[in-house]
């Protein structure tokens, strides 16, 4: 069974930071390009970042460049979303997600984790 597992959710005030981690289990992601969703009630859900297996590429949805940073440390099987400079229009359900292939602006994704709560407080 693959799973991916997030963590570091939770509830911060506007202007302030969080790093969600993705730890994949039961598969080695190492070749996989990696992604951040997000979605709120009511919307469809949204590629916020994405990193190719290398980490040479990237791809950031333009609300977030220049606060958002995705990284991965493929020694650990791990990526991580770096969130900077919070906004209250961040709050979301944050899903990591997996896909075979080297495209970081492909939406269509293989794995998927079960989310995890971003609470962003004016």
């Known amino acids: 069974q693959v799973q991916l597992v997030e963590s570091g959710g939770g509830l911060v005030q506007a202007g302030g930071s969080l790093r969600l981690s993705c730890a994949p289990s039961?598969?080695?992601?190492?070749?996989?390009?990696m992604g951040w969703f997000r979605q709120v009630p009511g919307k469809e859900r949204e590629l916020v970042a994405a990193?190719?297996?290398?980490?040479?590429?990237?791809y950031y949805r333009d609300s977030v460049k220049g606060r958002f940073t995705i990284s991965r440390d493929n020694a650990k099987n791990t990526v991580y979303l770096q969130m900077n400079s919070l906004k209250p229009e961040d709050t979301a359900v944050y899903y990591c997600?997996?896909?075979?292939?080297?495209?970081?602006?492909?939406?269509?994704?293989?794995?998927w984790g079960q989310g995890t709560q971003v609470t962003v407080s004016s």
């Open positions: 997600a997996a896909r075979m292939g080297d495209s970081v602006v492909n939406i269509l994704y293989n794995y």
């Open positions: 039961g598969r080695t992601f190492t070749r996989y390009t």
């Open positions: 990193i190719n297996w290398s980490g040479g590429s990237t």
